[in-house]
């Protein structure tokens, strides 16, 4: 069975790679011909761990191959799986034009029977539109063959996109049609054995499976964000809550762990198109919409939680703040969302020098925050990134950042602030005689 991947983002790339690791010929396309040209030299665009090894296995192996021709890859697959963006539009709907330019090269090229898998995340009603579309071709066509399709959502976490594809949490299959249940069958045998659980339902409940789990994850963490505020003024510690709350496995601990906000390509965009897809259908979606406000929220707190400490008079003028970390999680570049633009933002309108360290987010940070360049240094260390300055501020918990020489760091600096928004240091023995510090979500000064 040949497969064919549209696509080569975090979702596309890393499902044709580990698709090929298991021995099926892959070929992933993609309009970006230089991004195509570097994938096929073994080139990964994005920092993922064990991604360039899969791709350079592959490659190697002879089962994994890039190309820019949709034609190609459409009339020489039996499975072709659509991976392209669907990147939010202004009024927070998503725009599925990569979608539809992928559909229609389908339509025009298909040369026989063929299985659609759906794996971009595809606001409801997609997939059938998809089907509709394509069975229309085919028949102004006079084709005596058929297209089925099907929805087969990615749960992948970036960071940690390699071995979530490896041993998924679940497989989802939304079809009416058992020539494609069976062979995305085929192509998931190895996750049976492995006991994945397997959900079939139909492509809307597929395609909705997939908002309300992310939007879900966001609730929880605006949850614990809000109640972290209110603990920072009662007394109470967030993480103990969180650890209390989380023992009860109806709760579960996951995602309960207090922070600046969500970030990434994913929650932000998810939760905005699942309230646009509520009010399209006559219903408000208050949750999702309470926990989208509470995320912008948390992220204006953190800015005016180091004011208060810092500024005088509210200006942060002649302060100088090093930001640890830029992108919206460890593990990964991507900046895409993560709240330290809007965080730094919020600093340098208020007055302040801002220097910034990220242990892989510091291109895309330099590329894309052009409104912001000028008012942030760049620096090639957490050490270096410190000096002089009167503040740390702690915006994505990276490993290496634990064990940085905070005896020498401090020594380094004009102040001694420390603001841990993950608190990742929160049980470090001797943080609060090295610092002045402030964690998320417990009253550092009782
Ligand atoms: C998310 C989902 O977790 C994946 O299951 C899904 O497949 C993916 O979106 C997607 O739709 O493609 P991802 O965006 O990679 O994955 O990252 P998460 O690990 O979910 O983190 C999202 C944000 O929530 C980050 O900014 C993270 O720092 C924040 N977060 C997470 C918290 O603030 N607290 C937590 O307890 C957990």
């Known amino acids: 069975m040949k497969i064919g991947i549209m696509g080569t983002g975090y979702v596309g790339l890393v499902h044709g790679a580990v698709l090929s690791s298991y021995g099926f010929p892959v070929t992933c396309m993609d309009v970006?011909?230089?991004?195509?040209?570097?994938?096929?030299?073994?080139?990964?665009?994005?920092?993922?761990?064990?991604?360039?090894?899969?791709?350079?296995?592959?490659?190697?192996?002879?089962?994994?191959?890039?190309?820019?021709?949709?034609?190609?890859?459409?009339?020489?697959?039996?499975?072709?799986?659509?991976?392209?963006?669907?990147?939010?539009?202004?009024?927070?709907?998503?725009?599925?034009?990569?979608?539809?330019?992928?559909?229609?090269?389908?339509?025009?090229y298909a040369n026989g029977y063929k299985v659609v898998v759906c794996k971009s995340t595809m606001p409801v009603g997609t997939n059938r539109s998809i089907a509709n579309y394509l069975d229309?071709?085919?028949?102004?066509?006079?084709?005596?063959?058929?297209?089925?399709?099907?929805?087969?959502?990615?749960?992948?976490?970036?960071?940690?996109?390699?071995?979530?594809?490896?041993?998924?949490?679940?497989?989802?299959?939304?079809?009416?049609?058992?020539?494609a249940?069976?062979?995305?069958?085929?192509?998931?045998?190895?996750?049976?054995?492995?006991?994945?659980?397997?959900?079939?339902?139909?492509?809307?409940?597929?395609?909705?499976?997939?908002?309300?789990?992310?939007?879900?994850?966001?609730?929880k963490i605006s949850f614990v964000n809000e109640l972290a505020l209110l603990s920072e003024k009662v007394g109470a510690n967030i993480q103990d809550i969180a650890t209390g709350m989380g023992l009860d496995d109806r709760i579960s601990p996951h995602f309960l762990q207090a922070g600046p906000g969500y970030g990434g390509s994913c929650f932000p965009k998810d939760m905005q198109a699942l309230v646009g897809v509520g009010q399209k259908n006559g219903e408000e979606l208050y949750v999702v919409r309470a926990a989208v406000a509470a995320n912008e929220k948390q992220k204006a707190?953190?800015?005016?939680?180091?004011?208060?400490?810092?500024?005088?008079?509210?200006?942060?003028?002649?302060?100088?703040?090093?930001?640890?970390?830029?992108?919206?999680?460890?593990?990964?570049?991507?900046?895409?969302?993560?709240?330290?633009?809007?965080?730094?933002?919020?600093?340098?309108?208020?007055?302040?020098?801002?220097?910034?360290y990220c242990p892989q987010g510091m291109k895309q940070a330099e590329r894309a925050w052009t409104d912001l360049s000028g008012a942030v240094a760049f620096c090639e260390s957490e050490e270096d990134c410190a000096r002089n300055a009167d503040a740390i501020v702690l915006m994505t918990e990276w490993k290496q950042f634990k064990a940085s020489g905070l005896d020498s760091i401090v020594k380094s600096m004009r102040g001694n602030v420390f603001f841990d928004l993950r608190n990742l240091f929160a049980d470090h023995p001797r943080i609060r005689l090295l610092f002045d510090y402030y964690s998320v979500g417990s009253d550092e000064r009782r």
């Open 32 to 108: 970006d011909a230089e991004k195509i040209d570097r994938l096929a030299a073994g080139i990964s665009p994005i920092y993922e761990p064990d991604l360039d090894e899969l791709l350079t296995g592959g490659i190697e192996a002879g089962t994994l191959s890039f190309t820019t021709s949709a034609e190609e890859v459409v009339q020489s697959s039996d499975v072709i799986f659509i991976a392209v963006g669907t990147p939010a539009m202004d009024d927070g709907s998503a725009n599925l034009t990569y979608v539809h330019e992928v559909m229609h090269a389908i339509g025009k």
């Open 301 to 356: 707190k953190m800015v005016d939680k180091i004011s208060g400490v810092l500024a005088s008079n509210g200006s942060l003028r002649g302060k100088t703040i090093a930001v640890w970390g830029l992108s919206f999680k460890p593990e990964t570049d991507d900046i895409r969302f993560a709240p330290s633009y809007d965080i730094i933002s919020g600093l340098v309108a208020r007055g302040a020098a801002v220097k910034a």
């Open 181 to 219: 249940k069976r062979m995305l069958q085929t192509i998931y045998a190895g996750y049976m054995r492995q006991h994945v659980p397997f959900l079939y339902t139909n492509p809307e409940t597929a395609e909705m499976i997939k908002y309300a789990a992310n939007s879900f994850l966001g609730v």
């Open 136 to 179: 229309g071709v085919l028949k102004t066509r006079n084709e005596p063959f058929r297209i089925d399709v099907a929805s087969n959502p990615e749960f992948l976490r970036q960071g940690k996109a390699v071995s979530d594809s490896l041993s998924p949490s679940r497989i989802v299959i939304g079809t009416e049609n058992e020539e």
